[in-house]
């Protein structure tokens, strides 16, 4: 499978542990984003990597976040001391030069207890 | 400040009928709009953007910028048009801002 993909598919976790996420995008593509989606929202933005380069950050995004794409290639996104809040799908998209097509991976369900 | 308006949560026609997703934006720039689909059990996807000004899955979206409007087109609804669909705006950064989505459901 050559698409998007996303590790683990579901997490559930008691409030105020850490998660990590990880995200492996198309091999060619250098953009990556995450986003959170909750019941009958949209996507939300959170970050943006242009390769190993963290470009932009949602204001929204408390300081518990961080995401990191250490060699441009795959990411990870870590939430510490997580809340019954942060319950929500994560998704992660890349996407290659030019067009700006973004190529959606199958999201990470997180739950918090 | 940047959004995405999707007044319908919900869309019910029948199959065979012309169907439209409305999508209005605030953006006081020049902005990349875009429709993103998800099937059930599939990943989002992109169905079209502004820019290319084609048709896909026989559906059109014309950028209206006096109305602020970019609304999704069909002329005759599809069984397998039964999905979720976003309106997305990504004005002048690297980020994008989804609409909440609609629901679109085709009857046979």
């Known amino acids: 499978d050559t698409g998007v993909s996303q590790d683990p598919r579901h997490k559930i976790t008691k409030r105020g542990q850490n998660v990590t996420f990880r995200c492996d995008p198309i091999?060619?593509?250098?953009?990556l984003y995450w986003y959170r989606q909750t019941l009958g929202q949209g996507p939300e933005f959170l970050t943006y990597?242009?390769?190993?380069?963290?470009?932009?950050k949602s204001r929204l995004l408390s300081d518990r976040f961080s995401a990191e794409r250490p060699k441009g290639s795959f990411s990870t996104l870590e939430i510490q001391r997580t809340e019954q809040g942060d319950s929500a799908m994560y998704l992660c998209?890349?996407?290659?030069?030019?067009?700006?097509?973004?190529?959606f991976g199958p999201g990470t369900r997180l739950t918090v207890l | 400040a940047q959004r995405v308006t999707q007044p319908e949560k919900l869309l019910s026609v029948f199959k065979g009928a012309p169907v439209e997703l409305k999508c209005n934006y605030s953006?006081?720039?020049?902005?990349?709009l875009f429709w993103y689909v998800q099937y059930s059990r599939q990943r989002l996807q992109l169905l079209l953007r502004?820019?290319s000004r084609e048709s896909i899955k026989g559906f059109t979206a014309d950028l209206n910028k006096g109305e602020t409007s970019f609304h999704l087109k069909k002329p005759f609804a599809q069984e397998e048009d039964s999905a979720m669909y976003y309106c997305?705006?990504?004005?002048?950064?690297?980020?994008?801002?989804f609409g909440t989505g609609t629901r679109l459901k085709v009857l046979a």
């Open positions: 998209a890349s996407s290659s030069k030019g067009p700006n097509e973004q190529f």
């Open positions: 091999s060619e593509h250098n953009r």
């Open positions: 990597f242009q390769n190993e380069a963290q470009l932009e």
């Open positions: 953006y006081s720039g020049s902005p990349e």
């Open positions: 502004h820019i």
């Open positions: 997305a705006l990504r004005g002048g950064t690297y980020k994008y801002i």
